[in-house]
């Protein structure tokens, strides 16, 4: 159980789960594409939004992987509207040397090249801006779509099976200090479905509330340069 929590001005906290934040919902009608979601917080966020009525899209790199979470969501919910699909990751490897020449003040634009933690955060970091640039634009052009970022908040999934003995300490404490998958999926599927933010864009939340990134993740000339960065990573892998 998190033991941090603090209701926020939408009502839910740190311990808030994904079933909690969206009870009472209908999502008929409406279809998601869910990235990582045959485990941890994707396979959560996955069923809920199922739970929820939502035609769930699961993107993922491991077919066998997918099919096999699809079944066990199935179980427990058969009128889920679940379909697998492959996410081809293999036109990274085209523009993983071009990535690796170009450095901005702030965010090293190499972030097809992982180093560690260090670029996991660049990862994140480079999330929420483009969260930003795209919700920009799309107003910019009068177009009726919400682009928002979120921080999940601290949680143990697989992510570190790779670091057994950071792993062992993780789970030795989870119950203490962390959330678990429930917890951790609660901020997506709120942002997802919740009527609380529908119009709202361009903005960064935690444990279902607004939440202020730090200064480089408001950035909105560094926004724009990864942008145009990620477009001429596009046209390198074209070409």
């Not at 959330?179 to 709120?190: L, M, V």
């Amino acid at each position: 159980m998190w033991v941090f929590g603090w209701t926020g001005e939408s009502g839910f906290s740190a311990r808030s789960t994904a079933e909690q934040v969206t009870a009472g919902i209908d999502g008929t009608g409406l279809t998601a594409i869910v990235t990582g979601a045959s485990c941890g917080l994707g396979l959560e966020t996955t069923r809920v939004l199922a739970l929820r009525g939502v035609q769930v899209v699961m993107a993922v790199r491991n077919v066998d992987a997918g099919y096999e979470a699809r079944r066990s969501i199935m179980d427990g919910i058969p009128t889920a509207k679940l379909e697998v699909m492959r996410l081809d990751l293999s036109s990274l490897a085209s523009v993983r040397n071009f990535a690796s020449e170009f450095v901005s003040t702030g965010l090293p634009l190499n972030i097809l090249i992982y180093f560690g933690m260090s670029a996991y955060g660049q990862s994140k970091l480079a999330n929420i801006l483009h969260a930003k640039e795209l919700a920009r634009r799309l107003q910019e052009d009068g177009v009726n779509i919400t682009v928002n970022s979120l921080h999940p908040g601290s949680i143990v999934t697989n992510l570190l099976r790779h670091h057994s003995v950071v792993n062992g300490l993780a789970n030795l404490f989870v119950k203490f200090a962390l959330k678990n998958a429930e917890q951790g999926a609660a901020t997506s599927c709120y942002l997802a479905l919740h009527p609380q933010v529908k119009g709202v864009t361009g903005k960064h939340f935690m444990d279902c509330n607004l939440a202020e990134p730090n200064s480089l993740g408001k950035d909105m000339k560094l926004a724009k340069k990864l942008w145009e960065f990620s477009l001429s990573l596009i046209h390198q892998a074209r070409t």
